[in-house]
């Protein structure tokens, strides 16, 4: 009976890892899946996870400058920070922002949902975040 319930509690946590393992698992190929991954961090306020999203050369810079921007923060601009974030982003293609066509290059790919517009640039097939919103 003690080896049946051994057995039981070793395949539920290989079952279990399993699925942490694959169920955080992002398809870097598909911008949309990029995206949502990035701002769900960033809506958590989660900077160094979310800057694995982000161009690899700026990441640390720009979690640096996120952290520092969002923890100075009122308590209302935090609130209408995660309000604008939806919960579950659908994109739609979007226009360059101002800010960035001098930084645009071709491979370089807007999406918005609700107000919220990211970049995204694709560096040898892999998506990362190049424009953020905050």
Not at 98 to 104: F, L, M, R, T, Y
């Amino acid at each position: 009976m003690q080896k049946l319930v051994g057995i039981i509690a070793v395949v539920l946590l290989l079952a279990y890892a399993g699925y942490k393992i694959f169920s955080g698992r992002i398809d870097w190929a598909d911008p949309n899946s990029v995206a949502t991954a990035f701002l769900s961090k960033l809506k958590s306020e989660d900077t160094d996870a979310a800057k694995k999203y982000y161009l690899p050369d700026q990441a640390d810079a720009w979690a640096d400058t996120t952290h520092e921007k969002l923890y100075r923060m009122k308590s209302n601009e935090s609130a209408a920070f995660k309000n604008s974030i939806p919960d579950k982003p659908e994109f739609t293609a979007a226009p360059a922002p101002i800010a960035a066509p001098g930084k645009a290059k071709s491979t370089d790919k807007f999406l918005k949902t609700g107000e919220v517009v990211i970049g995204l640039r694709q560096v040898s097939d892999k998506w990362y975040v190049s424009v953020s919103p905050y």
